[in-house]
Structure formats: structure tokens, C-alpha cells
């Protein structure tokens, strides 16, 4: 002991009685007490001892002093230790449970405290896991058939000794993940996870890419889904119907009220659509204004034309939006499983020929497929892949129709008609230009146009135009003007040569863009005409609109204006006035259509500046354009005298 205490040594040499080196030496004090025969101290120097104390029979006492600083040590790194452990024990986010081969909980963590309630009253150690699973239903995590599925769950799977997982579903609509694992002394660890959040959030994105996300009702997934069901059941004598509904001139809604209005009419209709169709009826958003409806069981055209009016009539009754009300109508196109066919692609596109031809028909109406639908759409298919073959192979050619001053008595100028020589003969623009707008092959197209008559153009007197249409479609195309640039610089053609007719549907689009776009092309200095002018809706708040360089009559007034059935007076009176509107505007008017003299001689008494038709000449090659200008040079005769 004087190794660890030099006291004792100097005392022993000088025989100072113990007493008085305990007083200075408070580790030695103890050995005084008769009840205290043994005990530990730390020295200052980290050391450890253990020192006994037994009593002689003399009275006095012998002192044993072993150094326990290595016991110490590993004692002091066990508890730290286990200090760390019971630290993440109760800071893991998920709960934890240790039992032995006996089933007795050894070892228990927070957080499975706070998930099953049992914070207020912890389980015991060494309780089995049947007690733990009945304390959990007396704290209400879960009712008591819960908690017998559970401990059947656990005994079937001690008996095989393997790892296993399930969901359990506790208080306040919560959802746990448990995961059992064997441990190699026979014992079992069981982790609690909380994945309500991870599952409601799959669930909804599950939802979500099922559902359309404004009305909540099913989309095309599940309608596909939904059919192939049905379509699979044809073969055991089952039928269905399926209606597309599309909501006329919903787009009038939105440009009108707005948006935001839109989606709430939209919302509305899918609601109104739920509640006029049973339980068994599905009922699909397809996107922007298009539902679907598929009703199983129904044999007779019939029955669906019942399901049609029920819709109709639902979707007919006024919406009150913002204060306004909202009418709308609804075409409604259907076919018959199995009569029409028995696939889901083949219903679902024959459906959608019904659709369109019902929208053809006019507004609310409801159409059955035909197979000369289907007909014509595999025409049009194929019209437009040899459009797309056409383009290639530069089939399409420009005619030339004359555009005469009536004032200067001369060719002023031509308006460029493209013609397409298929190899089965020459198609007619009406029924390819309609094919090539909704394909988009259009701008190409329209793009070759404007080339090639800018191109012919150089070769003509410098007073003499060439006027080339515009389809709305290429109109909104966003190269149209970089197009237009293009061509009068490849060509060298004076961009005051060149005139761009447009028609009123273009302008009825997007009122901003499309005056965004016209000023463009003004600024490049070509001419621009209203064409049709008259046969739409806005006409007049067009022109005030945008400054048009000319306005031209259609056909229709100026074929009225001899009619046998007394309508020529009011072909004549549209006539006189727009040719005063386009004097007043400072504008030119040409009448299109003039085939007769009479109808020349009253188109030049209204005073209209230009003239273009039959009379004058019938569209012609470039080759022939400078005869045109020959021929006409004489047609001052054609002044009516005064």
C-alpha cells in the first residue's frame, strides 16, 4: 500500500500512529469505520484500488489493497457503452422489441412506447408477447382480434425459423410496417415502422395516374382497363356500348369567362355525368372537353340512344359561373359491342369517327358509327401518307387566276392556286388542303407555296402582284414569317408584290397573337387581305382591329347578284356596302367569283376596285400568266358607259 500512499512509509519509519496519517490522508479514513471492512477508491491518477479491512485479535487491523484500475476501466467503456446503445435505441425512428427463445421481451425501445400508447405505462421486462400484445389493446392501438392475428402470425413463424414482414393497422387510421428477424440464440428482434405517409402518398399517386386531376373521374387507363374487360366478356355473350361526348363550343367558355371558369363548368359536368349514369356505368375523362361513357350490357342502339338522352339532358341544364350563365350542348358519337367490333382499339377509334361525324352534323347531336366511316377515315390516312409522299417527290403545282383593276382597266395582279398531280390524276384543294391542316402538313406545304410563286413573280411586270392564301394552320405556325422572309429573299421578289390572304377564322383564334403576327408581316412590307370577307361572325371588329390593304367579296354575294329567286337585292345592297366600307377604310375591294358580264357591270357600279373570276380567266400555268396580261390590256371597253 505505500506505493499508492508514501504516507504510510514515512509513518512506519517513524512509528506515526495510523490515526493521525488517515486525518491528512482521506482515502485511509474509511479503514478507521469497524463497518466498513472493504471498499473501492479512485485515486487522482486515474488508478482504481480495492482495499479489505479484517480486525486482529489485538484490537488493531490488517489492510489488503489490490488495484482494480483495469476492472474499473472495462466497467467505465460497458457503461458508455450502454449508454450509446439505450441512446439510439430511443432515437430510432422506428420502434424496437428484443425476446428470447422463451418469448420474453428483453429489450424495449421508445419509440414503440409512443406508436402503440404505451408511453405512460412501459412494458416490463421479461412480460411474453402475448402480455405485450394484450397491453397494447388495453392502451387501444388495436382491438383484440388484432392482436390474436398478430400473436398466430408470430407462432407460425417460429416454427419456421425465417425472417418475415406484414402491415398492421393501428388507432387513428395509422399503418405500421413490422419486420420479424430470428436471432441465434432462438430469440426474435421485431422493428415497428410508421408508413402511413409512404402508403397514403403511393395511393395517391396510384390515384393520380388513374384519375384525371380536375374532375377526379377515371381517365383513359381505366377506361382501357374497363373495356378490355369488357371486350373479354363478348365471347361469353356480354355487349356494352361506349359514348364519346364532346361539349359544343366549350372553347367560348373559356375565351369568355376565362379559364379558371372553364375548370369549374368542367368540374360541374363531370358531376352531372356521375349523377344521371348507374353504378355499373363507367364514366371517363379523355381530356380538355371530351368525356366517355361505357355502359355494359346493352344490345340495342336503342338503349344507348336512352343513355345519350339522359346525358343530353343533363349536361343541357344552364351552369351559373361567376354571376353568368352557361349553356352548353353535347355531340354524342356511339358504338355497339360486338356489332361494331371486338377490339378495344377498334371500338375506342370507331368511336371516335362517331364522334367527329356528330360534330359535323351540327351541335347536339347524337351519331351511331357506320362502316363508311371507317372507310373514309382509312382514305384519309391514306391521302395522308401520299401527301407526305407528294411533298417529297414536289407533285404540287401552281395555277394562276387573274386579278383585275377596275379602275386602270388592267391585270393587277394573280392569285397563286395550288393544284396536286397525284399519280392517279389531279386532286382537288378542297379535299387535300382539310387533310393537310390537320396533319400539319400544311406549313410545309404552304411554305413551297410561297417560294415558288415569289420565285414566278420576278418574271412578271413590276406592277403586276401575285397574292398567295394562308391557312389559319400555317398562319399559326411560329416560322410563318421567318418563312415569308425566305422566300422573297431567295427570289429578290419586292415585298410589296406580295399579298397574304387570310381568312376570318384566322383572327378568331387568338386575338393578340394573330395582330402580333400581321404586324410582323406588315412590317416586311407585304400586303395583307381579309379573304371571304362577310361570311363570318366579326367581320367588321376585325377591320377596326387591324388595317387590312383589301377586303374580298366571296363568291356567294356576288353569285346572288342576278339570282332568278329575288335574293339579287340583297346580294347587292352586302355588295354596296362593303365596297363603301372599303372606301371609307381606304381599302380595296375585290369581288370574287365574277363569271358574267351582268354581274361585272353591277360590281363595277358599287364601286368595288378589283374584279377576279371566271370571266377574266380561269386559273392558267405561270407559262401563260404574261398572255392573261396581253388579253386583258383591251378591257377598258368593259367601262360601263356613263
Same mark, same amino acid.
Given at each position: ?9 514515512? &509513518? ?16 485511509? &479514513? ?8 472493504? =471498499? ?6 486515474? &488508478? ?117 414482414? =406484414? ?6 387510421? %395509422?399503418? !405500421? ?107 371517363? %375523362? ?50 355497339? &359491342? ?27 347531336? !347524337? ?42 382597266? %388592267? ?115 407585304? %400586303? ?99 398572255? =392573261? ?14
Amino acid at each position: 500500500m505505500a506505493h499508492y500512499f508514501p504516507a504510510l512509509q514515512q &509513518a512506519s519509519a517513524g512509528h506515526v500512529p495510523f490515526a493521525a496519517i488517515a486525518v491528512s490522508t482521506p482515502e485511509l &479514513a474509511m479503514l478507521l469505520l469497524p463497518d466498513d471492512p472493504a =471498499h473501492e477508491i479512485g485515486l487522482p491518477g486515474g &488508478a482504481w484500488l480495492r482495499i479489505s479491512r479484517s480486525t486482529t485479535q489485538g484490537g488493531g487491523f490488517v489492510a489488503i489493497c489490490s488495484d482494480i484500475t483495469t476492472r474499473k476501466q472495462h466497467e467505465a467503456a460497458l457503461q458508455l457503452s450502454n449508454t450509446w446503445l439505450d441512446a439510439a435505441l430511443n432515437n430510432m425512428a422506428q420502434g424496437l422489441c428484443m425476446f428470447d427463445a422463451q418469448d420474453h421481451l428483453r429489450l424495449v425501445n421508445r419509440r414503440y412506447c409512443e406508436l402503440f400508447g404505451l408511453s405512460a405505462d412501459p412494458p416490463r421486462s421479461g412480460m411474453r408477447f402475448r402480455d405485450l400484445l394484450n397491453l397494447c389493446v388495453d392502451a387501444g392501438a388495436f382491438p383484440s382480434d388484432t392482436a390474436d392475428r398478430a400473436f398466430e402470425q408470430r407462432s407460425a413463424q417460429a416454427t419456421l425459423g425465417l425472417p418475415s414482414k =406484414h402491415v398492421m393497422e393501428i388507432a387513428q387510421g %395509422r399503418i !405500421v410496417s413490422i419486420v420479424h428477424q430470428p436471432t441465434t440464440d432462438g430469440g426474435w428482434v421485431a422493428t415497428y415502422d410508421d408508413v402511413t405517409e409512404r402508403i397514403q402518398t403511393e395511393a395517391k399517386m396510384r390515384h393520380m395516374a388513374r384519375h384525371d386531376a380536375l374532375t377526379g373521374l377515371p381517365n383513359r387507363v381505366v377506361l382501357r382497363e374497363t373495356m378490355d374487360t369488357a371486350v373479354a366478356g363478348l365471347g361469353r355473350g356480354g355487349s356494352f356500348a361506349l359514348l364519346f361526348i364532346d361539349l359544343d363550343n366549350f372553347k367560348a367558355v373559356n375565351d369568355t369567362l376565362g379559364f379558371p371558369a372553364g375548370d369549374r363548368v368542367l368540374q360541374e359536368v363531370a358531376d352531372r355525368l356521375v349523377g344521371c349514369l348507374r353504378k355499373t356505368e363507367t364514366v371517363a %375523362r379523355l381530356g380538355a372537353d371530351e368525356f366517355a361513357v361505357l355502359v355494359p350490357g346493352l344490345h340495342r342502339p336503342e338503349d344507348a340512344g336512352d343513355v345519350a338522352a339522359r346525358i343530353t339532358a343533363a349536361v343541357s341544364a344552364p351552369f351559373t359561373v361567376d354571376d353568368a350563365q352557361v349553356v352548353l350542348g353535347t355531340s354524342v358519337g356511339v358504338v355497339m &359491342a360486338p356489332a361494331d367490333g371486338g377490339s378495344s382499339d377498334a371500338l375506342l377509334r370507331k368511336a371516335d369517327l362517331a364522334l367527329a361525324r356528330a360534330k359535323l352534323d351540327g351541335r347536339g347531336t !347524337v351519331c351511331f358509327f357506320e362502316p363508311s366511316m371507317d372507310a373514309r377515315q382509312q382514305a384519309r390516312r391514306k391521302m395522308e401518307t401520299d401527301l407526305r409522299a407528294g411533298i417529297a417527290n414536289l407533285e404540287f403545282e401552281l395555277l394562276y387566276q387573274p386579278l383585275f383593276d377596275l379602275r386602270e382597266n %388592267r391585270v393587277c395582279g394573280f392569285e397563286a392556286l395550288i393544284r396536286w398531280n397525284h399519280r392517279d390524276g389531279r386532286i382537288s384543294p378542297a379535299d387535300f388542303i382539310p387533310v393537310a391542316e390537320d396533319s400539319g402538313l400544311i406549313v410545309p406545304i404552304g411554305e413551297w407555296v410561297l417560294g415558288a410563286a415569289c420565285h414566278e413573280a420576278t418574271g412578271w411586270p413590276d406592277d403586276v402582284k401575285v397574292a398567295v392564301n394562308v391557312s389559319p394552320v400555317q398562319f399559326r405556325s411560329p416560322v410563318l414569317v421567318a418563312a415569308v422572309e425566305d422566300a422573297l429573299a431567295r427570289s429578290g421578289l419586292a415585298s410589296s408584290r406580295l399579298e397574304l390572304e387570310i381568312t376570318e377564322s384566322v383572327l378568331m383564334d387568338n386575338n393578340e397573337a394573330t395582330l402580333a403576327t400581321l404586324h410582323r408581316l406588315r412590317a416586311l412590307g407585304v %400586303r395583307i387581305s381579309m379573304d371571304d370577307f362577310g361570311t363570318g361572325f366579326s367581320s367588321l371588329s376585325y377591320l377596326r382591329s387591324f388595317p387590312f390593304d383589301k377586303i374580298k367579296i366571296d363568291q356567294s354575294f356576288v353569285g346572288d347578284l342576278v339570282a332568278a329567286d329575288g335574293s339579287g337585292g340583297n346580294a347587292l345592297a352586302i355588295v354596296r356596302a362593303i365596297a363603301g366600307l372599303g372606301s371609307s377604310l381606304g381599302m380595296r375591294t375585290t369581288a370574287e367569283g365574277v363569271e358574267t358580264q351582268d354581274q361585272l357591270d353591277r360590281i363595277r357600279r358599287e364601286g368595288c376596285t378589283e374584279v377576279q373570276g371566271y370571266l377574266l380567266g380561269r386559273p392558267a400555268p405561270a407559262a401563260e400568266v404574261l398572255g =392573261h396580261i396581253e388579253r386583258l390590256a383591251p378591257k377598258a371597253r368593259l367601262a360601263i358607259p356613263a
